[in-house]
T-cell receptor
Framework: GAGVSQSPSNKVTEKGKDVELRCDPISGHTALYWYRQSLGQGLEFLIYFQGNSAPDKSGLPSDRFSAERTGGSVSTLTIQRTQQEDSAVYLC?????????????FGPGTRLTVL | GQNIDQPTEMTATEGAIVQINCTYQTSGFNGLFWYQQHAGEAPTFLSYNVLDGLEEKGRFSSFLSRSKGYSYLLLKELQMKDSASYLCAVRDLNRKGRRALTFGSGTRLQVQP
């Protein structure tokens, strides 16, 4: 079946502009995660959605970052007033949270470059 | 990543065996994962350990010791395509994000002919 998809694959923006990144999880997966991976760094958790529960936003680095998940499926990560330090690869993952392993499957990521 | 340590780089020869170690600290351990990530691509799931012992899956095996906070990934019969970064990640229910994973910085493995 189809895996996690993300769009766009690359985004170049100017400092101060807003950007939206999209994630389509694997069909039927109730959990969705956003991470970011900066150059030479490990993946950093940003936000987590589980079903209809309120999202866990504890990893968001500032109030410029927000995310929503519509209809329990597609998710959008929005970064307002982008800064150069926001440049990173933003990865989305989904999982069947009810399974024993709850393995997360990752999308190809969006590479964000803030000039 | 915080509290997860793995070597930054390793080099091995095609056909050989390599072991990539990972140490971690958690208060609410709920599983350890290994992912493979080729340059410019998404991490792909390799293995999962939640109980002590060895899990074998083809050429790849993963070991866990919860009491020591230690895991390793063993790659046998190395192939050139195994050149990639290997990410160790843990799920700690007492950390932010609960079911989210905390990743190490990854071990870049270079397989040489």
């Amino acid at each position: 079946g189809a895996g996690v998809s993300q769009s766009p694959s690359n985004k170049v923006t100017e400092k101060g502009k807003d950007v939206e990144l999209r994630c389509d999880p694997i069909s039927g997966h109730t959990a969705l995660y956003w991470y970011r991976q900066s150059l030479g760094q490990g993946l950093e958790f940003l936000i987590y959605f589980q079903g209809n529960s309120a999202p866990d936003k504890s990893g968001l680095p500032s109030d410029r970052f927000s995310a929503e998940r519509t209809g329990g499926s597609v998710s959008t990560l929005t970064i307002q007033r982008t800064q150069q330090e926001d440049s990173a690869v933003y990865l989305c993952a989904s999982s069947e949270s009810t399974s024993y392993t709850d393995t997360q499957y990752f999308g190809p990521g969006t590479r964000l470059t803030v000039l | 990543g915080q509290n997860i340590d793995q070597p930054t780089e390793m080099t091995a020869t095609e056909g050989a065996i390599v072991q990539i170690n990972c140490t971690y600290q958690t208060s609410g351990f709920n599983g350890l994962f290994w992912y493979q990530q080729h340059a410019g691509e998404a991490p792909t799931f390799l293995s999962y350990n939640v109980l002590d012992g060895l899990e074998e899956k083809g050429r790849f095996s993963s070991f866990l010791s919860r009491s020591k906070g230690y895991s390793y990934l063993l790659l046998k019969e190395l192939q050139m395509k195994d050149s990639a970064s290997y990410l160790c990640a843990v799920r700690d229910l007492n950390r932010k994000g609960r079911r989210a994973l905390t990743f190490g910085s990854g071990t870049r493995l270079q397989v040489q002919p």
